[in-house]
């Protein structure tokens, strides 16, 4: 199959569907990872990382090609990306914190992440760092594409703020 092909595929596949096809294969090859660490000492998120990259030079040429002749709007009117509707709940229930408790909110989840880490690792001799460092991916995971205007109405959100003096 060729890049092309694997474009065309993942582009036929539901708009409802495309994070997850994206999603669960990293999620079951940093899993194979992290066993493949704990029993033999294999580098650490290697094979997540080659799943990163495998996934980059994929879709990065099809977006680089589609920004330079864009494909006409769909009919029903979305604008988003990938449709991720619980991405989009968690990324409103964030926008709806007051802005000075805004700070606390992945510094706690992070906290929490490397204190449950902390204890694997004294307990169980669970790789260190792995579950905060798994954390902080899913955080930017779920944030990042929202800010971008990849998903959900952050063209809207962005918008509706003022703007700085200049």
């Known amino acids: 199959m060729t890049l092309r092909g694997l474009n065309r595929w993942y ?44 996934i980059a030079v994929v879709r990065v040429p099809e977006v680089i090609r589609r920004r330079k002749n864009p494909p006409p709007p769909p009919a029903d009117g979305a604008t988003s990306l990938i449709e991720a509707d619980w991405i989009n709940d968690l990324n409103r229930r964030y926008e709806a914190i007051p802005e000075t408790w ?5 510094l706690l989840i992070l906290l929490a992440a490397g204190a449950v880490n902390m204890l694997l690792t004294i307990h169980l001799h669970f790789p260190f760092g792995l579950l905060a460092l798994l954390v902080l991916l899913g955080l930017v995971a779920i944030r990042a ?22």
């Open 145 to 166: 594409p929202y800010v971008a205007g990849w998903i959900g109405p952050a063209q809207r959100v962005l918008a509706d703020r003022p703007e700085a003096p200049p």
């Open 102 to 106: 805004r700070f606390w909110v992945p």
């Open 11 to 54: 582009d036929g596949l539901p708009p409802g569907s495309r994070f997850q096809v994206v999603l669960w294969p990293l999620v079951l090859i940093s899993a194979i990872n992290m066993a493949l660490t704990v029993a033999w000492h294999f580098p650490f998120g290697l094979l997540t990382v080659l799943g990163i990259v495998f």
